[in-house]
Structure formats: structure tokens, C-alpha cells
DNA sequence: CCAGACGTTGTT
DNA sequence: GTCTGG
DNA sequence: CCAGACGTTGTT
DNA sequence: GTCTGG
């Protein structure tokens, strides 16, 4: 699955791999980010790519308040066209969520033993998302999003059932934010085929609250 | 029809 | 054990 | 994902 | 809002 990620390149790199419009937000580059914060999300607007902060794990638009988005921080690629908590979003409200590194942990034996998992490079890259509007009661309006799971690759089969959808590249950006194509889409949505460097890293990461770069601690193997 | 859930992962 | 908050 | 709380009434 | 279970 997908509980915890790192997006720590600067704006520049995000602008450019993602073809965004001039206007972002400011972002921080961020060690350790956890379900129900805040994360930086690229939709298609009328106006080109935007991105903007959502609160990750997805409230439907019926929910009675914002606690259900806790249990929906990942939809599974092989239902998400057909959860009711889903498939509207899956059918219309799609998004890019860049990063540039995801945790899984590991169990061996009784451990749990969290690593890191980027890309050659420390290169930026897209999970596939889908996200939702809710009303709250104070009239405000809150958008959240899901991050999209898939069987894992050979290198994390070693290490867990499931990991996150990585897009490669404009080819698959473009369609997974604009196609109405189900069948396509759901093609998209595949564990990914290229390369990956993955590393232990020390257990004081498990704090949610730690956003410090000083955590990680690359093995060599 | 109404009532109640709406999710994933992992563990047993 | 299960839920909530981060 | 992990960490930390998990309850009510009434009194200060 | 929509689906499932009864």
C-alpha cells in the first residue's frame, strides 16, 4: 500500500516534469508525509494543469463528516472503478500526485522495518490519484484525494503486497487526467516497470510528526 | 421495500 | 482490539 | 502508515 | 449518492 511518502524536490523540477500553469503554492520539501495532511495535487483545469493542497484520504461527498477519509487514503486498482465510495471520482476526478519517494515497511519477524523506495536519481514522479469536493457544515469546501494501489513489482515483492501506482511519464500524465476511456485508464494502472532503488532507513521515521531529512539513512546493498 | 455501509492492509 | 489524529 | 487514546459527571 | 444485505 501507500501510508506515508517524501516530496522533497523544489518547484522548478515539479513545474517543469508536470507542465504546470505559472501559479504554486508554496511548498516545502517534506520528509515524511502522513495520511490527513494536506499534499500537493495536479488536476486538469479548463485552464491547464493546476496544483493545488488536498487533505489526503478521500471523503466522499456524502459522508456526514471528514473522520470516513481516514479509511480511504489508498483504492485498490482493481475496484476503484466500482466502490461506490470511488468510482465517481475514478470517472471524473482524477490527479497526479507528485513525489519523489514512498515508504513501505517490512515485517521481519516481530520488526517492522520502514523503507524507502525513490527512483534513479532522486527523480520526481507521479502516483495516480483520484480526488473528491465535500460541503461542511460551515459552508466551506474541502477536497481531499486517494492514492491508487497496485500488486507490487520485483523490487518490493520482497517487501509487501501492494504498493502505489507511479505513472511514467507525460505519455501516461496526459490520458490519466484527461482520457474517458474506463478500459484504458484501467490499463494505466499497473505496477511499474522501471528501475528503483530501495533502502532501509531508521525507525524514528514511523513518527508522523517528523518532517527531518537527518532521518534517513541510506544502507548499501 | 428499508437500513446501513460506503475502505485497505494484514492477520488469524 | 479499534478508532482518531497526524 | 504509526502513535496514542480509548469515558462520564461534576467540581475547581 | 449508490450499493448490498435482509
Not at 499534499?39 to 471528514?66: C, F, Q, Y
Given at each position: ?72 487514503i489508498n483504492a485498490r486498482a482493481e475496484t476503484v472503478g466500482e ?139
Amino acid at each position: 500500500m501507500c501510508g506515508r511518502f517524501i516530496m522533497t524536490v523544489d518547484f522548478e523540477m515539479i513545474k517543469a516534469a508536470f507542465r504546470l500553469r505559472a501559479e504554486l503554492y508554496d511548498l516545502q520539501p517534506r520528509y515524511n508525509i502522513a495520511p490527513g495532511q494536506d499534499i500537493p495535487v495536479i488536476t486538469n483545469t479548463p485552464g491547464g494543469r493546476e496544483i493545488s493542497p488536498m487533505r489526503w484520504g478521500l471523503i466522499p461527498h456524502w459522508a456526514k463528516d471528514t473522520k470516513i477519509g481516514y479509511k480511504m487514503i489508498n483504492a485498490r486498482a482493481e475496484t476503484v472503478g466500482e466502490k461506490p465510495a470511488f468510482k465517481g471520482a475514478f470517472r471524473r476526478r482524477r490527479c497526479l500526485i507528485p513525489a519523489s519517494g514512498f515508504y513501505e515497511w517490512k515485517k521481519e519477524g516481530k520488526v517492522k522495518q520502514p523503507m524507502l523506495i525513490t527512483l534513479p536519481g532522486e527523480k520526481v514522479f507521479a502516483l495516480a490519484g483520484i480526488w473528491e469536493h465535500w460541503l461542511a457544515p460551515d459552508g466551506s469546501m474541502v477536497y481531499s484525494c486517494s492514492i491508487i494501489t497496485t500488486k507490487p513489482n520485483k523490487y518490493l515483492e520482497g517487501i509487501h503486497n501492494r504498493m502505489p501506482v507511479i505513472l511514467a511519464g507525460e505519455q501516461e500524465y496526459e490520458p490519466w487526467l484527461s482520457l474517458d476511456d474506463p478500459l484504458f485508464l484501467q490499463h494505466l494502472l499497473r505496477p511499474y516497470e522501471g528501475d528503483m532503488s530501495v533502502y532501509p532507513v531508521t525507525t524514528r521515521v514511523n513518527s508522523p510528526l517528523d518532517d527531518d531529512p537527518g532521518l534517513i539513512e541510506p544502507h548499501d546493498d
